[in-house]
């Protein structure tokens, strides 16, 4: 294949990885007995790459212009390998999978191939645990996610993505005749997003190298149909009510408080059949932790957020920032610099709609699938979602140093979405 130059989202993530942060994003994968042997992940992923040529390219080009060109050296054993090679082999126990995958997680993928891996273990339950890396400048959420289904899953009948991730539409804000509201708007745009909150975060200090990754897992259909009956609120508002729920649980662990947190929610502006590895946007919400009912929560943020969705924040901020990049190179940097502030936000939570139906992995049942997204300088918290066949999978990565143990987090957000769940009123 010929070069394909990073765009400017990549190149501005590659430059993000540092010694502290490795940068990519990892799908965490569990398949039901009997188990997938390596070899046959090999095969199949070998046989599927043709639908995936970047994953078969590494860097190369100018520093200051890097490209993706072929790797003439590639080999699927190099990226497909069992993850007990130099850790002692043998069957784990699945209590010890977290550990397993923040080892690997805290790992720098090799720039000198493509940046991707999938270690493979084998668990002593006969299950078998994928844990698949992409660096972050080859793929976001929403074009790792595909890359997933089209390498490792058996296929399923493509369905309608929805919520916030979802690739959004119309593009008339962008053209909108009405000057002086688009002014207006820009002003409020402006004030919301990038005015620094007046509250210190919890997650706001130099990162180091260890990671500690935990997992839940919440009902789907309960927490939808709670969402929409209790004030017309989206998956999404409810995914950032638990996951406030979550820091709740966490901050009274640690005999800690924390009034009011920013949390920046990435939006997919991918388009049908678009290639682009990274497509995306974001919006910021404030999220008042003192609440302590849960449906006061969803209620204020699905009224924050409809306000940012209706006046299209993600899409002005992606046109006033490539506009400041053509225009005032210097202006751009410094929204930038504003933007990666933990003043301007505290934790990124996004949101990824995975297969709607049960799928396979040559064959056998995946019984679940997490992601999982770095965090980064002075954002010791990073909070991801997929769904999968009715269920929501939630990825949490910290730093260990300054976080400690994550298991109140993730009981906070399973126990809030139990609550939430129920306080919806049933039909007869």
């Given amino acids: 294949m010929d070069p394909v130059p990073l765009s400017e989202e990549d190149r501005a993530i590659l430059a993000l990885e540092s010694d502290t942060i490795a940068g990519h994003t990892c799908k965490v994968i569990r398949v039901e007995g009997p188990g997938v042997d390596l070899g046959s992940l090999r095969e199949r992923v070998a046989a599927r790459l043709d639908s995936a040529p970047l994953l078969m390219s590494r860097l190369g080009g100018e520093a200051a212009t890097p490209s993706w060109v072929a790797d003439p050296d590639f080999a699927v054993e190099r990226h497909v390998v069992a993850a007990g090679e130099g850790r002692g082999g043998g069957a784990m126990d699945p209590g010890a999978v977290p550990g397993l995958v923040a080892e690997l997680f805290a790992e720098h993928l090799d720039r000198d191939r493509p940046l991707w891996r999938l270690d ?62 688009r002014r207006g708007h820009l002003a409020k745009l402006l004030t919301r997003e990038f005015s620094e909150s007046a509250h210190h975060s919890p997650f706001d200090s130099e990162v180091g190298r260890r990671r500690e990754v935990a997992f839940a897992t919440v009902p789907l259909p309960p927490l939808h149909d709670a969402a929409k009956e209790l004030c017309g609120a989206s998956v999404n508002d409810a995914v950032l009510t638990v996951v406030a729920g979550g820091i709740r649980a966490w901050l009274d662990s640690v005999h800690e408080t924390a009034e009011t947190l920013r949390f920046k929610v990435p939006v997919s502006l991918h388009t049908e059949g678009d290639d682009a590895g990274n497509r995306d946007s974001f919006f910021t ?9 849960a449906r006061a929560r969803l209620e204020a943020i699905h009224a924050a957020a409809a306000e940012r969705k209706r006046d299209h924040d993600a899409e002005r901020l992606e046109s006033l920032s490539e506009s400041a990049e053509r225009r005032a190179p210097a202006l751009a940097a410094l929204l930038k610099r504003v933007e990666a502030s933990p003043r301007s936000f505290a934790l990124c939570v996004s949101n990824v709609p995975g297969p709607r139906a049960a799928v396979r992995v040559a064959g056998a049942r995946v019984r679940s699938l ?36 994550l298991t109140p987090l993730v009981a906070g957000i399973e126990a809030d979405a139990a609550a939430l769940s129920a306080a919806a009123p049933r039909q007869p």
């Fill in 120 to 181: 493979v273990s084998q668990l002593s339950s006969g299950e078998t645990l994928l844990v698949w890396r992409v660096h972050h400048a080859l793929a976001d959420g929403m074009t790792c996610m595909r890359l997933t289904q089209q390498l490792l899953l058996d296929p399923e009948p493509a369905y309608e993505a929805s919520g916030p991730t979802a690739a959004v539409g119309s593009q008339a804000a962008h053209t909108e005749a009405d000057h002086e509201r």
């Fill in 285 to 293: 919400l404030p999220v008042h932790l003192q609440e302590p009912d």
């Fill in 370 to 405: 997490h992601s999982l997204a770095e965090i980064g300088r002075r954002h010791g918290l990073r909070v991801a979602v997929v769904s999968l066949a009715g269920e929501l999978h939630f990825g949490v990565c910290a730093d260990p140093a300054l976080l400690g143990d």
